[in-house]
């Protein structure tokens, strides 16, 4: 069956501008969440979304959204990026509470 | 507030030993516990989950442990090779509530020579 799916696989945006990625889970799995990886603070939980619902949020600032779809199709957005935002932005998917399956990973990158 | 430790950060080994890695979590109320394998600049890869009322779980050359009272884990790599050469990641599911998330270990970066 078909993994995680992220896209893009890279971006490159300017200081200022805002960036919207994308996450298509396990099919049937109704939990998406996003995680920032850097290398200085490691894997951070950014938010969770189950049917469509924040159940739970990081410590990120409001610049960081996200919504999730009725097909649990689920949408990360960052708006006035800064340079402190490049990052590897990881989702992940589950049925529950249960296994998490990650995808490939969206690389920001902020010049 | 869960922290989650991993040791050692890093470490390398000849081909065809085998290995321990280590990881310790503060709040030993979680639901379940996962390692996962980082190849550089990839996503994660899925290897073990052990619910919190197990103790451990096995995959071909990999037995993961779980001591939640000491709020302990541990990832054995048996016979390693090569092309396990990469990152692992221990993770622990809380929940509170109808939310729950994942908090992750920095990590040991596994060098296997040949």
């Known amino acids: 069956k078909a993994g995680v799916t992220q896209t893009p696989r890279y971006l490159i945006k300017t200081r200022g501008q805002q960036v919207t990625l994308s996450c298509s889970p396990i099919?049937?799995?109704?939990?998406v969440s996003w995680y920032q990886q850097t290398p200085g603070q490691g894997l951070q939980f950014l938010f969770e979304?189950?049917?469509?619902?924040?159940?739970n949020k990081g410590n990120f600032p409001g610049r960081f959204s996200g919504r999730q779809f009725s097909n649990s199709r689920s949408e990360m957005n960052v708006s006035t990026l800064e340079l402190g935002d490049s990052a590897l932005y990881l989702c992940?998917?589950?049925?529950?509470?249960?296994?998490?399956?990650f995808g490939q990973g969206t690389r920001l990158t902020v010049v | 507030k869960q922290e989650v430790t991993q040791i050692p950060a890093a470490l390398s080994v000849p081909e065809g030993e085998n290995l321990v890695l280590n990881c310790s979590f503060t709040?030993?109320?979680?639901?379940?516990l996962q390692w996962f394998r980082q190849d550089p600049g990839k996503g994660l890869t899925s290897l073990l989950l052990?619910?919190?009322?197990?103790r451990e779980q096995t995959s071909g050359r990999l037995n993961a442990s779980l001591d939640k009272s000491s709020g302990r884990s541990t990832l054995y790599i048996a016979a390693s090779q090569p092309g396990d050469s990469a990152t692992y990641l221990c993770?622990?599911?809380?929940?509170?509530?109808?939310?729950?998330?994942?908090?992750f270990g920095t990590g040991t970066r596994l060098q296997v020579t040949l």
């Open positions: 709040d030993s109320a979680i639901y379940n």
């Open positions: 099919s049937g799995h109704r939990s």
């Open positions: 993770a622990v599911r809380t929940n509170t509530g109808t939310a729950s998330k994942l908090t």
């Open positions: 979304y189950f049917s469509e619902t924040q159940r």
């Open positions: 052990i619910q919190s009322s197990q």
């Open positions: 992940a998917s589950s049925l529950t509470d249960t296994e998490a399956f």
